[in-house]
């Protein structure tokens, strides 16, 4: 991401916080940014929020790893081998990888770990779920994953 000193606004360099309107301009992309002076409210890291441009850099870089990165490599794979979020908790990885699962037709293992709930349509829709402790029993884990590899692939053959 570009430095806050590309996207602080004039007003801000001269010292005058007070006539900011939260506007800059990022010289690193040549585009309009939200001003990330730290002296008033538009500083997303002082504030919290996040600007509108660094947020819509967020989904253009991801969307870009997603179809250079993610994409290639499930439409590689024979199977996707997926860890389930934590508590439930947003994972917009695991939501995108998930996704494209579905759409590629490709057999879906969630992998949870010992004590995390398996969401009951993410259940519907995986082809298996293991559950196994990774920390306290990582060859066991394997062992489980590549049994069911195993199954979800021999599934797959029968059917086509």
Known sequence: MPTNMNRVCPECEQGKHGNCDGDAW??????R???????????????????AA????????LAAQVQTGLLPKLEGSAA???????DGQSDVK??????????????IIALATDGND???????????VVVADLAADPEGAQKLLMEAVERVLNAREGQG
């Open 94 to 107: 695991f939501a995108v990888e998930l996704g494209f699962s579905i759409m590629l037709n490709k057999p």
């Open 33 to 51: 940014s939200g001003c990330a002076c730290a002296e008033h409210k538009h500083d997303p890291a002082e504030s919290g929020e996040v600007s």
């Open 80 to 86: 996707t081998i997926s860890l389930v979020p934590k």
């Open 54 to 61: 660094e947020l819509e850099e967020y989904w253009r870089d």
């Open 26 to 31: 990022d010289f690193q992309r040549d585009e």
């Open 118 to 128: 398996v969401p009951p349509g993410l259940a519907r829709v995986a082809d298996e």
